[in-house]
Nanobody, 124 residues
Framework: QVQVVESGGGLVQAGGSLRLSCSAS????????MGWFRQAPGKEREFVAA????????GYADSVKGRFIISRDNAKNTVYLQMNSLKPGDTAVYYC?????????????????WGQGTQVTVSS
């Protein structure tokens, strides 16, 4: 079992930045990939970014590529999502998730453990 907890959400003006944190605990050695997803009210959950614990391989959704940066600190079992040049369309609840898969994946069902989410609101 793995527990993940997100933090760092808040209200920011368009063009501003926020950094989200995701702390993992439990059987973290059984996870290989950490991902960020987001979901706006009434909309489907969508992939944002993912990173591997080993090698720091990363992947991004086209909508955030060049603006968001995912990183991790293995010693702290923590993953970060640095969000720059934020747009109102980025407004959503952001979820951190852990996967036992061996490769980067953008598919929600491949992630086994999920956090409760943190709200990000970008004003125009």
């Amino acid at each position: 079992q793995v527990q993940v907890v997100e933090s760092g959400g808040g209200l920011v003006q368009a063009g501003g930045s926020l950094r989200l944190s995701c702390s993992a605990s439990g059987r973290t050695f059984s996870t290989y990939v950490m991902g960020w997803f987001r979901q706006a009210p009434g909309k489907e959950r969508e992939f944002v970014a993912a990173i591997t614990w080993t090698g720091s391989h990363t992947g991004y959704a086209d909508s955030v590529k060049g603006r968001f940066i995912i990183s991790r600190d293995n010693a702290k079992n923590t993953v970060y999502l640095q969000m720059n040049s934020l747009k109102p369309g980025d407004t959503a609840v952001y979820y951190c998730a852990a996967s036992g898969g061996v490769e980067l994946t953008a598919t929600s069902r491949t992630y086994n453990y999920w956090g409760q989410g943190t709200q990000v609101t970008v004003s125009s």
